[in-house]
């Protein structure tokens, strides 16, 4: 069997990854960069091993291509493209619609397309279906298919293999050919009665951590105001056995899922009639995170942070990845120009970004700790300035959101 996964990104890398122990793959990217990279056997993905991705190529079961005609005879095809939101924070389909176009104008026989993007219910029905069929100018009968991932890139206890694995056909065939498929590298399949079921489940697991990490983060600012430390407060309902879920205070939300799914879900509600007021105030709340840590910062140092010389340290958002997507750490940069500071930030892991390099963790006024990496030591950032500010609750000694 022949597979073509269009995207070779965090999630299509990943699939490839696995898919290749069983099936050919063809991994389908427009970058050339990255498909020269992959060519070569190096992984640009936390979680895909080089060594892995090598063994693949020697094998002739993995092959990295930005040539459409590749997929020409794929039995397979499964999409991993972004889904981002425009300068409305409305959906962007426009990656999915590419990929449908590669798919029409190649494909010489019927498949079955499998979408793993994130999107709004109806998606495989109502979008990618029709575009297929829009663009194809020989007709195939293809059958269509959802399986929202679910990978969280950097993590060790969940992958491919143990994560369960949502998913449903537009019709008997498509369900059986994609539980078929994803038996040979996941152990817990979950089959929903339509693609919707999978695509709305997919949104509101975003959209549960959106709204609980605003409601941590509106507690953050509640319990300084009251002169209470909001983390032992949060251990301490987190001692209650059942009813309780823990999340933590933070900068804001960060990656290509927490920030931006959600709104898929207020666009669909909205389309629907009904107002997502959950999702509209979680993202305020979390986007106004980073000018409330700002105006902190500035208080506790006079109330002014003109001309100091600020550090923010960690901008990926999230711990030993080095992905920058969304980061808080990009709004907090603003917030803190806005008042005047004079901005630097440092993080070995991401090394280059928006075009400049790491600086050093030292010889700071002021330090703010938005992501901590394991490799960057607590007391090295409590050393790079006399004042040091920590958004992450894993730095002891400086002082906490
Ligand atoms: N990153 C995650 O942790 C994660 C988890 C679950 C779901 N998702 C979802 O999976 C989808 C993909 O996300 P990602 O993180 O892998 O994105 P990514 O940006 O890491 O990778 C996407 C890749 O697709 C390529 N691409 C774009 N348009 C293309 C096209 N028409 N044809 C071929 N390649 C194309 C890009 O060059 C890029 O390499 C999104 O819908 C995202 O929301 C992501």
Redesign the pocket.
């Known amino acids: 069997m022949r597979v073509g996964i269009?995207?070779?990104?965090?999630?299509?890398l990943t699939i490839s990854a696995f898919a290749s122990k069983d099936y050919e793959v063809i991994g389908?990217?427009?970058?050339p960069v990255?498909v020269d990279q992959l060519n070569q056997g190096h992984s640009h993905i936390e979680g895909v091993k080089s060594s892995d991705l090598k063994s693949a190529i020697s094998q002739g079961s993995y092959k990295a291509t930005t040539e459409g005609s590749e997929v020409a005879d794929c039995d397979i095809v499964v999409i991993?493209?972004?889904?981002p939101l425009d300068g409305d924070r409305r959906p962007d389909l426009s990656?999915i619609d590419?990929?449908c176009k590669?798919i029409a104008d190649n494909l010489n026989g019927p498949a079955l397309i499998i979408n793993?993007?994130?999107?709004f219910p109806g998606t495989i029905r109502n979008y990618i279906k029709p575009a297929i069929e829009r663009y194809s100018k020989v007709k195939f009968d293809h059958q269509y298919a959802i399986s929202?991932?679910?990978?969280?890139?950097g993590r060790e206890d969940f992958n491919q293999k143990n994560t369960p694995r949502l998913y449903a056909g537009l019709t008997p065939e498509a369900t059986a050919r994609t539980r078929e498929f994803y038996s040979s590298f996941c152990d817990n399949l979950v089959e929903v009665s339509s693609p919707e079921v999978a695509e709305a489940a997919k949104l509101f697991e975003n959209t549960f951590r959106q709204v609980n990490i605003a409601l941590v983060n509106e507690l953050a600012q509640i319990s300084h105001a009251l002169g209470i430390d909001v983390r032992e407060t949060l251990d301490a309902a987190g001692t209650k056995p059942y009813g309780f879920m823990k999340f933590a205070p933070s900068a804001g939300v960060g990656?290509?899922?927490i920030p931006?799914?959600p709104s898929y879900l207020a666009d669909v509600a909205e389309k629907a009639g009904i107002e997502a007021t959950f999702i509209k105030r979680a993202n305020e709340v979390n986007l106004d995170m980073p000018k409330y840590i700002a105006g902190r910062m500035a208080k506790d140092n006079g109330g002014s942070l003109k001309g100091k010389k600020v550090l923010v340290v960690g901008v990926a958002y999230k711990p030993n990845v080095a992905d920058t997507r969304e980061t808080p750490a990009e709004l907090l940069i603003d917030a803190l120009n806005d008042l005047g500071a004079v901005v630097s930030w440092n993080d070995p892991v991401v090394g280059t970004w928006h075009g400049s390099e790491s600086s050093a963790l030292a010889g700071a006024d002021i330090a703010v700790v938005v992501t901590k990496h394991d490799v960057v030591a607590a007391e090295d950032i409590l050393k790079s300035a006399p004042y040091v500010f920590d958004t992450t609750g894993k730095v002891k000694g400086a002082v906490q959101l």
């Open positions: 269009i995207g070779q990104g965090y999630v299509g389908f990217d427009l970058n990255i991993a493209v972004p889904t990656y590419s990929a590669v793993e993007s994130t999107s929202p991932e679910r990978v969280d890139p990656g290509h899922c931006v799914d």
